[in-house]
């Protein structure tokens, strides 16, 4: 079964992403690498720089995540050969040319483990014959399921939840108590990881994380919640997402927020609790939303919101009053011109 625990800041990490260790010496070979430190360092398997954990491999190649590279509790990084630590790192240390060209070669070596251990996998039709579930898949008592859901190694559903038909859950990925998923939901496809190549073309980045839902979640139809690259794509508590809607790899959406429908979440976004998203509204990737932050339809939020409780509008978002001030200027700006 898949094991879940949590650390001090309350966030989920899994236990069992791969069950197979490496070493950094092993790891070097294959990108092309030289060790800094000690080449038998054992490897359990890959995780973000800012997630780390002891046992795994992360790489560090943005300035921004610097400060996280002296205190990391990682057992190996990744650098750029002409990273010069200004103070000890505690990590052993592989320096290839290029950190970022070499994550997807690490990750497609994770990714042939993992694919090893779900070799074999018997999927079996425990309440109807239209239902697939995995043989290693788990369910809690009073969950009802309905014809062509999908649950796929190692899933984990909890107690008194609902799936509805054509639900879909990808392998590993964790659904808590009193959860209502509706039809035709994704629950842990790959997230949209590609590196571009010198030709122009694209390279699939393996996504090896999962996606974690918590108690009282409710996810509307056709809505989809891409599993993380590492780690996991976390919904928390109470959160209720309407249909079509898109949350990204690695986002973390705080507990009782909605989202409208078709509204989007990008990337390693990080929505605050009690925020209100309306429809057809977006998040671009990488940023945070403060806690009860209130989203209006429609609208576009390109940078971080660090005060809580705002109102947005508009794109790129500005605050609701700021929006209607600006707004009651450019509506006439065509007459005006005339």
């Known amino acids: 079964m898949l094991v879940l625990r949590r650390n ?28 800094i430190g000690d080449p038998e360092t054992k490897v359990k398997g890959p995780a973000r720089i800012e997630q780390a954990r002891p046992g795994s491999i992360c790489f560090y190649a943005n300035p921004k995540y610097e400060k996280y590279v002296y205190d990391t509790k990682a057992a190996v990084l990744i650098v750029n050969k002409s990273f010069d630590p200004q103070k000890p790192v505690p990590a052993t240390l592989i320096k290839v040319d290029d950190a970022y060209a070499a994550v997807p070669r690490m ?62 859950v990808y392998h590993d990925c964790v659904i808590g108590d009193n959860c209502i998923i509706h039809a035709n939901a994704v629950i842990g496809a790959d997230g949209f990881g590609f590196a571009p190549l010198p030709d122009g073309s694209y390279k699939k980045i393996p996504q090896l994380g999962n996606v974690v839902i918590e108690d ?52 390693s976004a990080k929505v605050g ?5 309306g429809g057809q509204s977006g998040v671009q990737g990488h940023i945070s939303i403060a806690d009860n932050t209130t989203i209006a339809g429609q609208t576009g939020v390109i940078g971080t919101v660090k005060e809580e409780g705002k109102v947005l509008m508009g794109y790129p978002a500005l605050e609701y009053r700021n929006y209607m001030r600006s707004y009651a200027i450019f509506k006439n700006a065509p007459d005006k011109e005339k």
């Open 8 to 35: 001090q800041k309350n966030e989920y990490f899994r236990t069992d992403i791969v069950r197979m260790e490496t070493t950094a010496k092993t790891l070097a070979e294959l990108l092309g690498g030289e060790v």
């Open 107 to 168: 990750l497609e070596y994770f990714s042939a483990i993992k694919r090893s251990r779900h070799r074999g996998n018997r999927f079996i039709s425990r309440l109807n014959p239209k239902i697939s579930i995995a043989w290693t898949a788990r369910i809690g008592k009073g969950t009802h399921i309905y014809p062509q859901v999908y649950l796929g190694p190692k899933v984990k559903v909890g107690k008194n939840c609902i799936l509805y038909p054509g639900v879909k």
């Open 216 to 267: 009282d979640v409710e996810i509307g139809a056709g809505t989809t919640v891409d599993r993380a690259t590492m780690n996991s794509t976390i919904i928390h508590k109470g959160v209720k997402l309407d249909n079509l809607c898109q949350v990204a790899h690695n986002v973390e959406v705080g507990g009782n927020t909605v989202m409208a429908a078709l509204s989007g979440l990008a990337g």
């Open 273 to 277: 609790r009690h925020c209100v998203i």
